[in-house]
């Protein structure tokens, strides 16, 4: 839209170049020539630039992106947006070029020389309004959606998302199962590791759990039933999925209890098994 309002204000200035081209008899035809090539040379340029830009522009921001972003490396510029940008530069060239020398090959070349005017060409006027208008139009739109846009992103800063990340270090803990063979070495080991931990001066609590929030690692689901309660029909509303966390883990991750009591050394694998359900 920027290249074709550029080359529809500049046809309005070419109207006795025009008319001189003319009373020296170049043809319709030789005037359309001339006024495509200028066009689309200048609007594949125009293109060019454009896809130039977003090309790095692209390549800016996933190297700006931080690594874990999923799909990361797929970021890149379709063959379908460059064939469409390159189609609707070459078009733009074509309607812009064919315009003015349209209009040039209909005026009366004596009328044009003497008035030795400036002024547009009736229909390049109001072509170029017609690219103002949609261009403020499709601006405001952009820019309704990037503002949105900005106040999601604003409003998930602000998420209570139930737990605290502020001061919080996480670490990631595979145990070989050749050297752990049992769930109960693999207990032991954690229990030491805690208490480890937890000697050291610079934290004031430490927690283990197979998932932290918002991580996509796998969690198991198994079907429950309440005592007392008739179960539902519906097999989703029988079906939860479960987390295993020690002791001090909410108070870790700053997890407010509601209601009830939070784990303890005291609950083991011997003792009666025990949970904490979400509000939800």
């Not at 919080?168 to 595979?174: A, D, G, K, R, Y």
């Not at 000697?199 to 079907?223: D, M, R």
Request: proline share 4%.
């Amino acid at each position: 839209a920027n290249v074709a309002n550029l080359l529809l204000a500049l046809a309005t200035t070419r109207k006795r170049e025009l008319a001189v081209r003319a009373a020296l008899g170049a043809g319709r035809g030789r005037l359309l020539r001339q006024s495509l090539t200028e066009s689309c040379v200048l609007a594949l340029s125009g293109g060019l630039l454009g896809l130039w830009l977003a090309h790095w522009l692209t390549r800016l921001l996933v190297w700006l992106s931080p690594p874990q972003l999923p799909r990361l490396a797929e970021i890149t510029l379709d063959y379908r947006v460059l064939g469409f940008a390159l189609g609707i530069s070459l078009l733009t060239g074509i309607l812009v070029g064919w315009l003015p020398a349209w209009r040039a090959s209909r005026m009366d070349v004596n009328e044009a020389l003497k008035s030795g005017s400036g002024r547009a060409f009736g229909g390049a006027s109001r072509a170029g309004n017609v690219l103002v208008v949609a261009q403020v139009a499709l601006s405001v739109v952009l820019l309704v959606g990037a503002g949105l846009l900005m106040r999601s992103f604003v409003k998930v800063l602000n998420l209570n998302a139930g737990f605290s990340a502020e001061n919080v270090l996480t670490v990631s803990l595979s145990l070989p199962p050749t050297r752990y063979q049992t769930a109960e070495a693999a207990r032991d080991f954690m229990r030491q590791l805690l208490e480890r931990v937890q000697a050291q001066p610079q934290f004031q609590s430490v927690g283990v759990t197979n998932k932290v929030p918002l991580n996509k690692a796998e969690v198991i689901g198994l079907l429950f039933k309440v005592e007392g309660v008739t179960p539902p029909s519906n097999f989703d509303d029988r079906f939860a999925f479960f987390i295993s966390a020690s002791a001090d883990y909410f108070r870790t991750m700053s997890i407010p209890l509601l209601q009830g009591r939070s784990f303890t050394e005291r609950d083991t694998v011997n003792s009666a098994p025990v949970i904490i359900i979400n509000e939800q």
